[in-house]
């Protein structure tokens, strides 16, 4: 019922509850903060190795001037202090970029992830008037967020990624000298800026103009975590892993647990299978370092670097429950005590369609049953006539269709105003489970808030499964591939949730259609007793009489019997 209230049992569950994820937040924060010092540490490390040894990578001789008069990359690092310190001159005719596993040894060697042996060729057409960057074969090269499979000539203030999270940027010194020269303005560019370069040319809206607070702290938190999925995609490859991370953002509306604003989730995606998992920014990185920790262990050489599936951090659990989607019941017909029966769109987390979702809110009795007259329960102001009454009402889901094959144990998830969890039995082996779900909702005493929530508001019903499993996606499988032929072979599913979007004008439509058909509703049963009046009237007159008894005329209006 809606007016049952939380049990001592509940209340201790939800605190026990509660003081483990505090505990669990406490234990991450400590974590991050550690492996955040430990990164830093080893960012300062290895620039210090690379500044010390850029005379065996191609450094200018000669010092700082001299270096200035030739092409050359230099570093940008999220950490500012970090940027302008390694430097890479690009020499007269070409220079050899790899890992330090090139045969023979590579002009610039860069350790790293998605570092080949052989990764790319720079250029320099000897005077400095032409500069170019060639990736070799099937390597991950950017210039200026857009990845290349050809020679690209440079230009001044270029940004090029080797690999996964080897950022530079050009110096051009004859264009440099010319945009001078003609008073044009040299741009500097900043490691975000870099970062936010990719993100736009992934798909999302990097632009700061007009933007909202919140749709500033989005790009934040984009240019935070897209470095992130790239390293996680790059462990993946090399672990041979076949899983695939990528960034999304996802709506309110399409959150289990609804919050004020878009958010950024990663996504991991089975390369060989259908199963997929959406974890929100805390849960990836708390995965990402378990990821940096197994990945450090295989570069060590250790024989056991692998974890069985329940302690991989690239693997997903085909047990847990997953949303499929979610519908948007508006409950605006109860505040008049009138039924509603409407077949829904299944929208998922991206805004597609997941199928569709049969439902219905009937008004009912204090016993469950329909009235003798439906004209019984309606009401004209819920303000004046619900308030303070006892209100009864089924909630029905009937049957979904169209689910995907892919999810099992289907079964949906609902809280009325004020109410408990309701939850239908679980279907498997079916993409049309018939739930055949009716509950009875009872608030033995209606307040405004409750009047305001039905009025206003709209239930959220949410559609949940499991996955069947099909392929863990873990384990370094060899099936159809390495995880490596396989990424270049997927489409890339990086972008903007569209529910954040087009979803909100759908919303306003249905909300609309359902205030219109409530509104006919209203009218359809006022003229039913507006006939019913005249039949009064009628009667009265071939009866020879030429009044209406009252009595007969509260009967027909009245509307009030269900609270007698």
Known sequence: AGDEQMSDAEKERLRHEYEEQRQEEIERTKREMAEMEMTWKQRLAETQKAFAE??????????????????????????????????????????????????????????????????????????????????????????????ISAETELHHNDRVLFGSNHLYLVHHPRELAALKQSGGKVEAFSYDEA?????????????????????????????????????????????????????????????????????????????????????????????????????????????????PPAEDPFWGDTDEVVEIGYVFVYTQCLSFMLDMDESLTITNYMGGDAGQLHVALVPCLADGKPPLDTDDLFVEDAATELVGQRMDFLVKIPSARGIQPRFQDIHCQFTFFMDRQRTTGMMSGTSNPDFKFSEQITYQSVTPELVDNITNEKLRIGVFGR???????????????????????????????????????????????CEVGAQKRRQQRQATKLDKVKELVEQSKKDGSDSVSVAELEKVLSTKTQFK
């Open 54 to 147: 850029q005379d065996q990578h191609g450094a200018a001789k000669g010092g700082e001037g001299e270096r200035l008069q030739r092409p050359h990359l230099s570093n940008l690092n999220e950490d500012p202090q970090l940027s302008n310190m390694v430097h890479h001159v690009m020499a007269a005719g070409r220079t050899t970029v790899g890992s330090n596993k090139a045969q023979p040894p590579a002009d610039v060697t860069m350790i790293g992830l998605s570092i080949q042996a052989e990764h790319a060729e720079m250029s320099n057409d000897g005077d400095g008037a032409t500069i170019a960057v060639k990736p070799c074969a099937q390597a991950k090269v950017l210039v200026n967020g857009e990845p």
């Open 195 to 307: 970062q936010a370069e990719m993100a736009k040319n992934s798909g999302f809206d990097m632009d700061t103009t007009g933007k909202t607070k919140e749709d500033l702290l989005i790009q934040e938190d984009l240019m935070t975590i897209m470095p992130m999925v790239a390293e996680a995609n790059a462990m993946s490859e090399e672990l041979n892993k076949k899983v695939k991370f990528e960034v999304l953002l996802v709506s309110p509306q399409a959150l289990e647990v609804v919050r004020s604003r878009t958010e950024v989730f990663v996504r991991m995606r089975g390369l060989t299978s259908t199963d997929e998992w959406l974890w929100p920014r805390n849960r990836f990185l708390d995965r990402k370092f378990m990821m940096q920790e197994m990945y450090q262990r295989y570069v060590d050489g250790d024989a056991d670097w692998d974890k």
């Open 467 to 513: 996955q069947r499993g099909t392929s863990s996606g873990a384990g370094g499988m060899s099936r159809s591939g390495t995880t490596k032929d396989l990424m270049r072979s997927d489409r890339p599913k990086t972008g903007l949730s569209r529910a954040a979007g087009i979803l909100s004008n759908a919303d306003d439509v249905y909300q609309l259609q």
